[in-house]
């Protein structure tokens, strides 16, 4: 008895939808984060969260990426300012200011601008890579601030000219800004290191750039009460997403990748309300709604062509790179 294979079609969509588990992972964890960063407001400094967290990271990577980072030190010293500002966009400047960002801001405001993260990478490569902008994708950029702005208003713009907008906000969307730029510059500073050795010397020099911020600021020791904030931070955050997020780059691509990011506000506002009792109102709604609406606008991503598949180079990339 024979049976009739899948076609081609079929083929492409089932893989898709396997490959896009790693990089949803991704997003479950920068969810879970975000309440992270907002809890660790009340019991530990930014500096001191910032600096444990990528010296754990650190220290967890050495003894696997060690041996093979010391025998590529000759091409570290021909990218360490790459690398080192690299690590300075990404690591401290995003995660300091995402920190300093929850003592005035909610988890759910939090949630919504990290999710404007694929649209300003798409603004900043048309400025710095190149990249032609589409009337869609500017289209998509003014829907998605007219949610900003109502979401961070609570639902009344116009309490912007009064101090309506928070401190936190715009930290925030500063932090956005710097993630967003190291994404960008991450591609344009093509590196012959492998994705691992780059994120372990990036995470290296970001701890010696967090070793002033942590001794000049508030040190808070570390505590019953923060060591598990402390340890999601470290270990989920900042070793397993980037792992997820690389397999579903491989796998999917960047574009495709990046709009699963839009599910983060979605998850992180019921995360806050069971985790953290924050309410939920309509200016939530109405404002995230805008923005996701204005983000996936921007990054809309033609469906694949009938008979497309996977290419092999990239399905074997993730799994044959050393490290």
Same mark, same amino acid.
């Given at each position: ?81 790459? =690398? &080192?500002?690299?690590?300075? $966009? ?6 300091? *200011? @995402?920190? /300093?960002?929850?003592?005035? #801001? !909610? ?6 601008? =990290? &999710?404007?993260?694929?649209? $300003? ?6 400025? *710095? @890579?190149? /990249?032609?902008?589409?009337? #869609? !994708? ?6 998605? =601030?007219?949610?900003?702005?109502? $979401? ?172």
């Amino acid at each position: 008895m024979s049976s009739n294979p899948p076609s081609p079609t079929t083929g492409a969509a089932s893989i898709m939808t396997s490959a896009a588990i790693a990089p949803l992972c991704t997003v479950l964890i920068w969810s879970g984060n975000t309440i992270v960063t907002k809890a660790a407001s009340g019991v530990i400094s930014p500096g001191s969260i910032s600096f444990y967290r990528w010296l754990l990271a650190f220290v967890v990577l050495l003894p696997f990426l060690g041996r093979a980072a010391w025998r590529n030190r000759a091409l570290v010293k021909q990218y360490w300012l790459k =690398l &080192a500002t690299l690590g300075a $966009l990404g690591m401290v400047i995003y995660q300091s *200011l @995402a920190y /300093e960002a929850a003592k005035t #801001t !909610s988890a759910v405001n939090m949630g919504v601008m =990290l &999710a404007l993260m694929p649209l $300003l990478s798409t603004l900043l490569a048309s400025a *710095l @890579a190149g /990249e032609r902008l589409t009337a #869609t !994708s500017l289209a998509g950029g003014a829907i998605s =601030l007219i949610g900003l702005i109502y $979401l961070t208003s609570q639902g009344h713009p116009a309490t912007l000219l009064n101090g309506g907008f928070h401190v936190g906000d715009g930290l925030m969307i500063i932090a956005v800004l710097s993630n967003s730029l190291y994404g960008v510059m991450l591609k344009r500073w093509a590196t012959p290191l492998s994705m691992w050795q780059q994120l372990f010397w990036q995470i290296g020099f970001s701890t010696i750039l967090l070793i002033p911020v942590f001794l000049l600021g508030d040190i808070s020791p570390i505590t019953s009460a923060n060591l598990p904030l402390i340890l999601y931070a470290a270990i989920p955050t900042s070793l397993v997403a980037p792992l997820c997020w690389m397999i579903g780059i491989q796998k999917l691509g960047a574009a495709r990748t990046s709009l699963l990011i839009n599910l983060l506000p979605v998850i992180v506002a019921i995360l806050a309300w069971a985790i953290l009792r924050e309410e939920l109102h309509a200016y939530h709604a109405i404002g995230g709604a805008l923005a996701l609406i204005g983000v996936g606008l921007g990054l809309r991503q033609a469906k694949i062509a009938k008979g497309e598949t996977v290419p092999r180079a990239d399905q074997a990339a993730w799994e044959t790179e050393e490290v």
